[in-house]
Each structure stands twice: as structure tokens, then as C-alpha cells.
């Protein structure tokens, strides 16, 4: 219980990191791209809400007492996939800078630097790209058969319970491959070692999924959730 309530608080304790002294300017650049990409999605978010949940709320009779809990369920869910979009759009376009930032917050945290550091942020942008592209391969391959779920009555309520999951699982994955990939682990590794702390992994996901649902902090979730992911890597994977 204490280690998903510390991950839980991980991407909170990263928002009071970037800001310390010294790395203020590594986070102008995931800032910049979270506020602009979180600003389009929320607003084509809020335009096709009814739309979805008109769409897919169960109509059934026998489930009209519970109606209101599902509307907050499947609310939660279209939530959730926005904030997948954002997630995956924002952190292709200021993926190299995240892992800048991951490294520079490793050595605050343990006066080391990993293998990549500040100068490699060219050299680095490619491989950045290709992570990020290939993390939303892994996405959709499991996405996709669990938004199918959604078109199946009475099946969509658990679709949309192991929809969350996901969610907070891929939050994790996300972020947590930034400390990581600097130390040239591989993704199929990565979740391997994020899997050996499974609940704190997932309470992390649900940190991050929290971060972006408050007003204003929405717009520093991108950076607060690498920093919470690089001290999750620093006090709990890195010894694994």
C-alpha cells in the first residue's frame, strides 16, 4: 500500500524538481509543446464529448440504475484516450529534450549523469523519434482490440475497466523510458523491470493521469511525469 501511494505522489514530487535551480531550462522546451498540444486536444475533446457518450453509454434497461456510475466510468475512459493523444503527440515532438531532462534530473538526484547528456541532443533526435514511434506501435497493437470491446453490449462496461488499466500502464511505460533509454535499455526490458514493480508502476500511471485532469498543472504534467518517472528509475528499477 505505502509503495502505490509513493507512486502515486512521484509525478508531484517531479513538478517541485523542474522547477528547483539548474533545471528550469532543460523543461521551456516539453512545456512549450505540452501547453499547445494539450490546448488543441482539450478543445476538440470538449466538442465531441456528447458524441461519444451518447454513442457508447450502455442503454440497456437492466443497467439504468447504475447509468450515473457508468456515465463517470466512460467519462474517465474518453478522458483517458485523450490524454493517450496528447501523451503520444506531445512527447514526439519534445522527445529529445525529455531525455535531456531525464539525464539532467538523474545527476541532481545522484550526482552522476547517464551515458547521454546535453550534448547529444542532435545526435539523439532520430532515435528519440523512432522510440516514440515505435511506443505508439505497442499502443495501438493493444489499444485497438480493447476500443473493439466498446462496440459489444454489456461487454463494453469491463472494456472500459481494462481501458483504464491500460491507460495508467502506458502512462508508465511512457515516461518511464526516458531515464531508461538512456541508459540503453531496451523497451521489452524496460517493461520487464517496470512490471517488477507493478502497483507502483500503475499508481505512478494514475499520478500522471491525475497531474493532467488539475487545472494549470495539466500544462507542466509532461515534465513533472519525467521527472517522477527518472526517480522512479533511480530509487526503485535501476538496483533491479
Do not use: C
Amino acid at each position: 500500500m505505502f509503495s502505490a501511494i509513493n507512486g502515486f505522489f512521484l509525478p508531484f514530487q517531479g513538478l517541485r524538481l523542474i522547477f528547483s535551480p539548474g533545471l528550469r531550462r532543460f523543461v521551456l522546451a516539453p512545456l512549450l509543446a505540452n501547453i499547445v498540444v494539450f490546448g488543441a486536444l482539450a478543445y476538440f475533446g470538449a466538442l465531441y464529448f456528447d458524441n461519444f457518450m451518447d454513442r457508447w453509454l450502455p442503454s440497456q434497461d437492466w443497467l439504468a440504475f447504475v447509468r450515473w456510475i457508468l456515465w463517470i466510468l466512460f467519462a474517465f475512459a474518453y478522458a483517458l484516450a485523450l490524454f493517450f493523444g496528447f501523451t503520444l503527440i506531445a512527447n514526439l515532438i519534445a522527445s529529445p529534450f525529455n531525455g535531456i531532462l531525464a539525464a539532467r534530473i538523474e545527476e541532481k538526484l545522484t550526482g552522476r549523469a547517464p551515458p547521454r547528456d546535453e550534448q547529444s541532443l542532435i545526435r539523439g533526435a532520430l532515435p528519440a523519434l523512432f522510440s516514440e514511434i515505435a511506443k505508439l506501435g505497442y499502443f495501438a497493437s493493444r489499444a485497438l482490440p480493447l476500443l473493439l470491446l466498446f462496440a459489444i453490449p454489456g461487454v463494453n462496461v469491463v472494456a472500459s475497466v481494462l481501458w483504464l488499466i491500460f491507460g495508467l500502464w502506458f502512462l508508465t511505460v511512457e515516461y518511464g523510458d526516458y531515464p531508461m533509454a538512456n541508459h540503453a535499455i531496451r523497451p521489452a526490458q524496460q517493461r520487464k523491470l517496470l512490471r517488477r514493480k507493478h502497483l507502483k508502476s500503475l499508481a505512478f500511471g494514475a499520478g500522471v493521469a491525475v497531474m493532467m485532469l488539475i487545472p494549470v498543472l495539466q500544462f507542466a504534467a509532461m515534465p513533472a511525469a519525467v521527472a517522477g518517472a527518472t526517480r522512479l528509475w533511480t530509487d526503485d528499477l535501476k538496483s533491479l
